[in-house]
């Protein structure tokens, strides 16, 4: 069966420090993956997509990279964090039929 | 992608069919009508899809009008674990599954 894991489950970073967030999708090839972003009481962004190795395509002008070095693994980083960066991060894969998506990374920037 | 309009807020109590009414008045033919969930601090989660037809599985049906202008989410027996927020979303064959404010169901025991 596919399953995705995304960690860490919770992070709190200065302003200005670097930020590397993994998520790795098991029991499937060449999926398509994403990395969403839910600020507090608003909805999901999307920020990056991917339809495979080195293909990354950014959503919106940011503060973000994301890189996907193998088929499964799927990376969002940071050189210097900003306090808006704070939100919930959340991973997903597709394929046909239906997204899944990790347990998220709660991100807090001090 | 097309827009989708939900109300803001539902509720229910327990044990009570729920129906959540989605209206996609610009839905394209190769627009399917898929249904997340999110509950609170965890990532959406696959409810349901269609395309012209009604669905059901284990966890909720989908009517699709007609026109497939609009659409209803149906969880049969509420229980205190649907609370949530439901999202209804039109995906075509691009790659991006976007998010609107969806409908906030709170269930009552």
């Known amino acids: 069966s596919q399953t995705i894991h995304q960690w860490p489950a919770t992070l709190v970073q200065p302003v200005g420090s670097p930020l590397s967030l993994e998520c790795t999708v098991e029991?499937?090839?060449?999926?398509?993956l994403y990395w969403y972003r839910q600020a507090a009481g608003r909805g999901l962004q999307l920020l990056f997509y991917?339809?495979?190795?080195?293909?990354i395509s950014s959503e919106v002008p940011q503060n973000l990279s994301a890189s996907r070095p193998q088929d499964r693994q799927f990376i969002l980083s940071s050189k210097k964090l900003l306090l808006s960066d704070s939100g919930f991060y959340l991973c997903?894969?597709?394929?046909?039929?239906?997204?899944?998506f990790g347990s998220g990374t709660r991100l807090t920037v001090v | 992608d097309a827009k989708t309009t939900q109300p803001n807020s539902m509720e229910s109590n327990e044990e009570e069919p729920v129906h959540l009414p989605c209206n996609h008045s610009?839905?394209?033919?190769?627009?399917?009508i898929h249904w997340y969930r999110q509950l609170p601090s965890q990532g959406p989660e696959y409810v349901i899809h269609?395309?012209?037809s009604n669905v059901n599985n284990r966890m909720a049906s989908l009517a699709i009008a007609e026109d497939r202008k609009s659409s209803t989410l149906i969880l049969h027996r509420a229980t205190l674990r649907d609370a949530a927020v439901y999202y209804c979303?039109?995906?075509?064959?691009?790659?991006?599954?976007?998010f609107g404010a969806g409908t906030t169901v709170t269930v009552r025991a």
């Open positions: 029991g499937t090839s060449n999926p398509n």
């Open positions: 979303i039109l995906h075509s064959n691009d790659y991006k599954l976007s």
């Open positions: 610009t839905i394209s033919g190769t627009d399917y």
């Open positions: 997903a894969w597709s394929a046909l039929g239906g997204y899944t």
């Open positions: 991917s339809v495979g190795i080195g293909q």
């Open positions: 269609g395309l012209t």
